[in-house]
Nanobody, 115 residues
């Protein structure tokens, strides 16, 4: 019923930037929460940042000051601007959306930060 399509991942050198985007397949739904999680090999999936429809945010301490989340409610799209990337940011980044007690996950996009 709902598909989340991610783009923007890739390989970047330490200190560089990437911008991720995630768009819901249908504008018929609105999501109270949209955002991003990430999972590195051998590690648990963790919160990166989320945003509600009215702009409230929640983010991990490890990315504060470097990553910025934003969303376009009319387009049902959420973005993650990642600056000052570090090798420890290397992970698969997953889009997440929630409404009316149901959560949805994207397929994930690989972000690799080289030293």
């Amino acid at each position: 019923q709902v598909q989340l399509v991610e783009s923007g991942g890739g390989l970047v050198q330490a200190g560089g930037s990437l911008r991720l985007s995630c768009a819901a397949s249908s504008s018929a739904f609105s999501f109270a929460i949209m955002g991003w999680y990430r999972q590195a090999p051998g590690k648990q999936r963790e919160l990166v940042a989320t945003m509600t429809t009215d702009g409230s945010t929640n983010s991990a301490d490890s990315v504060k000051g470097r990553f910025t989340i934003s969303r376009d409610n009319a387009k049902n799209t959420v973005y993650l601007q990642m600056n000052s990337l570090k090798p420890e940011d290397t992970a698969v980044y997953y889009c997440y959306a929630w409404r009316v007690g149901l959560g949805y996950w994207g397929q994930g996009t690989q972000v690799t930060v080289s030293s």
